[in-house]
Protein backbone atom coordinates (compact mmCIF):
# COMPACT_ATOMS: atom_id res chain seq x y z
CA UNK A 1 0.00 0.00 0.00
CA UNK A 2 1.06 3.66 -0.51
CA UNK A 3 -0.33 6.36 1.30
CA UNK A 4 -0.30 9.84 -0.01
CA UNK A 5 -1.57 13.08 2.49
CA UNK A 6 -3.04 15.15 0.83
CA UNK A 7 -3.32 17.29 3.40
CA UNK A 8 -2.02 17.96 6.73
CA UNK A 9 -3.73 20.55 8.73
CA UNK A 10 -6.44 21.05 10.86
CA UNK A 11 -9.61 23.03 10.86
CA UNK A 12 -8.10 26.34 10.30
CA UNK A 13 -5.49 25.23 8.34
CA UNK A 14 -1.72 26.37 8.71
CA UNK A 15 -1.08 29.17 8.98
CA UNK A 16 -4.87 30.10 9.93
CA UNK A 17 -6.48 32.60 7.04
CA UNK A 18 -6.77 35.33 9.51
CA UNK A 19 -4.15 35.12 11.75
CA UNK A 20 -0.71 36.77 12.54
CA UNK A 21 0.69 34.58 15.78
CA UNK A 22 4.15 33.67 15.56
CA UNK A 23 3.28 30.01 14.15
CA UNK A 24 1.10 31.51 11.43
CA UNK A 25 3.74 34.18 10.27
CA UNK A 26 6.30 31.91 10.29
CA UNK A 27 4.66 29.30 8.11
CA UNK A 28 3.98 32.52 5.37
CA UNK A 29 7.30 33.80 5.57
CA UNK A 30 9.13 29.45 5.15
CA UNK A 31 6.71 27.75 3.16
CA UNK A 32 7.76 24.33 2.20
CA UNK A 33 6.53 21.53 5.04
CA UNK A 34 5.07 24.01 7.02
CA UNK A 35 1.99 25.46 4.70
CA UNK A 36 -0.94 22.73 5.96
CA UNK A 37 -4.05 22.34 4.49
CA UNK A 38 -7.39 20.23 5.26
CA UNK A 39 -6.53 16.87 6.30
CA UNK A 40 -6.85 13.99 3.50
CA UNK A 41 -5.35 11.16 2.61
CA UNK A 42 -5.19 8.41 -0.69
CA UNK A 43 -4.30 5.03 -0.46
CA UNK A 44 -2.74 3.88 -3.59
CA UNK A 45 -4.80 6.34 -5.64
CA UNK A 46 -8.00 4.84 -5.12
CA UNK A 47 -9.27 5.02 -1.68
CA UNK A 48 -9.86 8.48 0.23
CA UNK A 49 -9.40 9.07 3.87
CA UNK A 50 -11.80 12.18 3.80
CA UNK A 51 -12.86 14.61 0.77
CA UNK A 52 -12.54 18.21 1.96
CA UNK A 53 -12.78 21.45 -0.13
CA UNK A 54 -8.69 21.61 -1.02
CA UNK A 55 -8.43 17.45 -1.76
CA UNK A 56 -8.60 17.50 -5.71
CA UNK A 57 -6.36 20.54 -5.47
CA UNK A 58 -3.76 19.24 -3.77
CA UNK A 59 -3.72 16.19 -5.47
CA UNK A 60 -3.51 17.95 -8.80
CA UNK A 61 -0.23 19.92 -7.21
CA UNK A 62 1.30 16.31 -6.24
CA UNK A 63 1.03 14.83 -9.51
CA UNK A 64 -1.78 12.26 -8.07
CA UNK A 65 -4.59 11.27 -10.47
CA UNK A 66 -8.06 10.89 -8.45
CA UNK A 67 -10.29 9.95 -11.48
CA UNK A 68 -10.02 6.46 -10.74
CA UNK A 69 -11.14 6.37 -6.46
CA UNK A 70 -13.48 3.84 -5.94
CA UNK A 71 -14.15 4.54 -2.00
CA UNK A 72 -14.39 7.04 0.46
CA UNK A 73 -13.80 6.57 4.46
CA UNK A 74 -15.10 9.68 6.17
CA UNK A 75 -14.15 10.42 9.30
CA UNK A 76 -17.01 12.50 10.22
CA UNK A 77 -18.33 15.31 8.57
CA UNK A 78 -16.90 18.73 9.29
CA UNK A 79 -16.73 20.80 5.88
CA UNK A 80 -13.07 20.27 6.26
CA UNK A 81 -13.40 16.77 5.98
CA UNK A 82 -15.66 15.99 3.99
CA UNK A 83 -17.14 18.81 1.34
CA UNK A 84 -20.50 17.24 -0.77
CA UNK A 85 -19.89 20.22 -3.68
CA UNK A 86 -16.92 17.57 -4.93
CA UNK A 87 -19.48 15.22 -5.75
CA UNK A 88 -21.76 17.29 -8.00
CA UNK A 89 -18.47 17.46 -10.17
CA UNK A 90 -18.84 13.70 -11.14
CA UNK A 91 -21.89 14.53 -13.34
CA UNK A 92 -20.35 13.33 -16.65
CA UNK A 93 -23.93 13.53 -18.65
CA UNK A 94 -22.87 10.19 -20.64
CA UNK A 95 -19.68 9.46 -21.76
CA UNK A 96 -18.47 11.68 -24.70
CA UNK A 97 -15.64 9.42 -25.20
CA UNK A 98 -14.73 9.71 -28.72
CA UNK A 99 -17.58 12.62 -29.45
CA UNK A 100 -16.45 14.41 -32.59
CA UNK A 101 -15.15 17.79 -30.86
CA UNK A 102 -18.41 19.90 -32.50
CA UNK A 103 -20.43 17.74 -30.21
CA UNK A 104 -18.81 18.16 -27.07
CA UNK A 105 -18.91 21.41 -27.48
CA UNK A 106 -22.66 20.71 -26.37
CA UNK A 107 -21.74 18.78 -23.45
CA UNK A 108 -23.31 20.13 -19.93
CA UNK A 109 -21.85 17.94 -17.62
CA UNK A 110 -19.19 19.25 -14.79
CA UNK A 111 -17.08 15.70 -16.09
CA UNK A 112 -16.25 14.92 -19.40
CA UNK A 113 -15.56 11.05 -19.03
CA UNK A 114 -17.74 8.90 -16.52
CA UNK A 115 -16.09 8.04 -13.00
CA UNK A 116 -16.34 4.17 -11.81
CA UNK A 117 -18.96 4.01 -9.20
CA UNK A 118 -18.00 5.61 -5.64
CA UNK A 119 -18.96 4.44 -2.33
CA UNK A 120 -18.94 7.07 0.79
CA UNK A 121 -18.65 5.12 4.17
CA UNK A 122 -19.44 7.21 7.32
CA UNK A 123 -21.47 7.41 10.07
CA UNK A 124 -25.30 8.60 9.98
CA UNK A 125 -24.48 11.74 10.05
CA UNK A 126 -22.19 11.63 6.53
CA UNK A 127 -25.75 10.70 4.95
CA UNK A 128 -27.45 14.05 7.02
CA UNK A 129 -24.64 15.75 5.91
CA UNK A 130 -25.20 14.95 2.34
CA UNK A 131 -28.90 15.56 2.51
CA UNK A 132 -28.31 19.03 4.39
CA UNK A 133 -26.19 20.21 1.52
CA UNK A 134 -29.03 19.17 -1.22
CA UNK A 135 -31.66 21.28 0.85
CA UNK A 136 -29.22 24.18 0.40
CA UNK A 137 -28.55 23.77 -3.25
CA UNK A 138 -32.36 23.41 -3.86
CA UNK A 139 -32.99 26.96 -2.32
CA UNK A 140 -35.33 28.54 -5.17
CA UNK A 141 -32.71 31.29 -6.30
CA UNK A 142 -29.91 29.09 -6.72
CA UNK A 143 -32.38 26.38 -8.61
CA UNK A 144 -33.30 29.41 -10.72
CA UNK A 145 -29.87 29.36 -12.15
CA UNK A 146 -29.92 26.02 -13.48
CA UNK A 147 -32.34 26.72 -16.07
CA UNK A 148 -35.56 26.35 -13.35
CA UNK A 149 -34.96 22.59 -12.71
CA UNK A 150 -36.32 20.68 -9.72
CA UNK A 151 -33.27 18.95 -8.42
CA UNK A 152 -33.74 15.47 -7.63
CA UNK A 153 -33.90 13.92 -4.28
CA UNK A 154 -31.10 12.01 -2.28
CA UNK A 155 -31.78 8.91 -4.37
CA UNK A 156 -31.55 10.80 -7.55
CA UNK A 157 -28.95 12.70 -6.84
CA UNK A 158 -26.69 9.64 -5.67
CA UNK A 159 -28.14 8.11 -9.25
CA UNK A 160 -26.50 10.82 -11.45
CA UNK A 161 -23.16 11.31 -9.58
CA UNK A 162 -22.48 7.43 -9.26
CA UNK A 163 -22.57 7.28 -5.78
CA UNK A 164 -23.79 5.28 -3.05
CA UNK A 165 -23.84 6.11 0.50
CA UNK A 166 -23.00 2.67 2.89
CA UNK A 167 -23.18 3.04 6.70
CA UNK A 168 -20.52 2.19 8.65
CA UNK A 169 -21.12 -0.12 11.99
CA UNK A 170 -17.76 0.17 14.92
CA UNK A 171 -15.70 -3.14 14.69
CA UNK A 172 -17.70 -4.43 11.65
CA UNK A 173 -14.86 -5.05 8.91
CA UNK A 174 -16.07 -4.78 5.00
CA UNK A 175 -14.25 -5.15 1.64
CA UNK A 176 -13.65 -2.51 -0.73
CA UNK A 177 -11.90 -2.98 -3.82
CA UNK A 178 -9.86 -5.55 -2.47
CA UNK A 179 -9.25 -3.20 1.00
CA UNK A 180 -10.21 -4.84 4.20
CA UNK A 181 -11.67 -1.67 6.27
CA UNK A 182 -12.51 -1.71 10.16
CA UNK A 183 -14.56 0.78 11.65
CA UNK A 184 -13.26 2.09 15.04
CA UNK A 185 -15.56 4.63 16.80
CA UNK A 186 -13.67 7.99 18.26
CA UNK A 187 -14.02 10.24 20.82
CA UNK A 188 -15.40 13.75 19.16
CA UNK A 189 -18.30 15.98 19.36
CA UNK A 190 -20.81 12.64 20.15
CA UNK A 191 -20.06 8.94 20.88
CA UNK A 192 -20.98 7.81 17.25
CA UNK A 193 -20.03 11.17 15.25
CA UNK A 194 -16.44 10.13 14.28
CA UNK A 195 -14.49 7.24 12.74
CA UNK A 196 -10.88 6.20 12.77
CA UNK A 197 -10.09 3.17 9.93
CA UNK A 198 -8.02 0.05 10.09
CA UNK A 199 -7.05 -0.76 6.22
CA UNK A 200 -5.69 -4.10 5.59
CA UNK A 201 -4.30 -5.45 1.90
CA UNK A 202 -1.84 -7.84 1.20
CA UNK A 203 -0.30 -8.39 4.59
CA UNK A 204 -0.26 -4.68 5.24
CA UNK A 205 -2.16 -2.67 7.48
CA UNK A 206 -2.57 1.10 8.42
CA UNK A 207 -4.42 2.90 11.71
CA UNK A 208 -5.50 6.22 10.31
CA UNK A 209 -6.82 8.03 13.70
CA UNK A 210 -8.16 11.77 12.77
CA UNK A 211 -10.28 13.85 14.72
CA UNK A 212 -10.42 12.33 18.05
CA UNK A 213 -8.82 12.47 21.65
CA UNK A 214 -8.26 8.62 22.21
CA UNK A 215 -10.38 5.43 22.08
CA UNK A 216 -13.04 4.34 24.80
CA UNK A 217 -11.61 0.46 25.55
CA UNK A 218 -14.29 -1.55 23.61
CA UNK A 219 -12.24 0.43 20.50
CA UNK A 220 -9.06 -0.47 22.00
CA UNK A 221 -9.76 -3.97 22.18
CA UNK A 222 -10.19 -3.75 18.53
CA UNK A 223 -7.22 -2.14 18.03
CA UNK A 224 -5.15 -4.33 19.56
CA UNK A 225 -6.04 -7.00 17.46
CA UNK A 226 -3.94 -6.41 14.91
CA UNK A 227 -0.59 -5.37 13.59
CA UNK A 228 -0.03 -2.06 12.10
CA UNK A 229 2.89 -1.50 9.66
CA UNK A 230 2.15 2.28 10.33
CA UNK A 231 -0.28 4.73 12.91
CA UNK A 232 -1.38 7.87 11.64
CA UNK A 233 -3.00 9.95 14.53
CA UNK A 234 -4.23 13.14 14.99
CA UNK A 235 -1.76 15.74 16.61
CA UNK A 236 -4.02 18.86 16.91
CA UNK A 237 -3.39 20.42 20.66
CA UNK A 238 0.24 19.51 20.13
CA UNK A 239 2.09 21.02 23.27
CA UNK A 240 -1.27 22.32 24.59
CA UNK A 241 -1.98 19.39 26.77
CA UNK A 242 -5.45 19.29 25.92
CA UNK A 243 -7.49 16.10 25.61
CA UNK A 244 -10.90 17.36 24.69
CA UNK A 245 -12.01 15.38 21.08
CA UNK A 246 -8.69 15.83 20.18
CA UNK A 247 -5.14 14.96 21.04
CA UNK A 248 -2.04 16.56 21.72
CA UNK A 249 1.55 15.38 21.75
CA UNK A 250 1.27 13.86 25.36
CA UNK A 251 -1.83 11.66 24.28
CA UNK A 252 0.25 10.67 21.25
CA UNK A 253 2.72 9.59 23.19
CA UNK A 254 0.17 7.14 25.63
CA UNK A 255 -1.99 5.94 22.49
CA UNK A 256 1.68 4.66 20.84
CA UNK A 257 3.21 3.23 23.83
CA UNK A 258 0.21 1.61 24.73
CA UNK A 259 0.21 -0.08 20.80
CA UNK A 260 3.90 -1.07 21.52
CA UNK A 261 3.21 -2.51 24.59
CA UNK A 262 0.25 -4.41 23.27
CA UNK A 263 2.47 -5.65 20.30
CA UNK A 264 0.25 -3.84 17.85
CA UNK A 265 3.45 -2.21 16.03
CA UNK A 266 5.26 -4.85 13.62
CA UNK A 267 9.39 -4.25 13.28
CA UNK A 268 10.15 -1.28 11.54
CA UNK A 269 6.28 0.74 11.88
CA UNK A 270 6.14 3.97 11.63
CA UNK A 271 4.00 6.54 13.58
CA UNK A 272 3.06 10.14 11.63
CA UNK A 273 0.78 12.73 12.90
CA UNK A 274 -1.19 14.74 10.76
CA UNK A 275 -4.27 17.40 11.39
CA UNK A 276 -1.77 19.95 13.32
CA UNK A 277 -3.48 23.55 14.37
CA UNK A 278 -1.22 26.48 14.24
CA UNK A 279 -2.12 27.57 17.45
CA UNK A 280 -1.06 24.80 19.29
CA UNK A 281 1.79 22.97 17.13
CA UNK A 282 4.80 24.62 16.32
CA UNK A 283 5.61 25.44 12.54
CA UNK A 284 7.10 21.41 10.53
CA UNK A 285 10.76 22.97 10.91
CA UNK A 286 10.80 23.24 14.93
CA UNK A 287 8.14 20.18 15.65
CA UNK A 288 9.77 17.47 13.80
CA UNK A 289 12.60 17.71 16.27
CA UNK A 290 10.21 18.03 19.38
CA UNK A 291 8.14 14.75 18.40
CA UNK A 292 11.76 12.57 16.55
CA UNK A 293 12.90 11.43 20.36
CA UNK A 294 9.10 10.03 20.96
CA UNK A 295 9.92 7.76 17.52
CA UNK A 296 7.06 9.95 16.08
CA UNK A 297 7.46 11.46 12.25
CA UNK A 298 5.09 14.56 11.35
CA UNK A 299 3.62 14.06 7.89
CA UNK A 300 3.43 16.78 5.57
CA UNK A 301 1.17 17.88 2.36
CA UNK A 302 2.51 15.38 -0.48
CA UNK A 303 4.56 13.02 1.83
CA UNK A 304 3.83 9.60 0.08
CA UNK A 305 4.83 6.61 2.01
CA UNK A 306 5.25 3.21 0.99
CA UNK A 307 4.24 -0.25 3.13
Given at each position: ?131 SYLNIVDHPTIRSTAGGKTLE ?155
Amino acid sequence: MKITFLGTGAGEGYPGAWCECPHCSYARKHGGKNIRTYSSAVIDDVLLLDMGPATFVNAAHFGVNLAHVHTLLVTHPHEDHFFPLMMRCRNADGDPAGKPYTQLLSHTGACMTKPPLFTIYGSHYVRESIESYLNIVDHPTIRSTAGGKTLEDFAGFMDRAGVRYAPTKEGVAFTAGGYTVTPVRGMHITRDYAYSYIVEKDGKSLLYALDTSGFEEDMMAIIRAHRFDLVVMEGTFGLNGKTESHMGLESNIRLLDALRESGCMKPGARCLLSHMSPHWCPPHDWYAAIVEPHGIELAYDGLSVEL
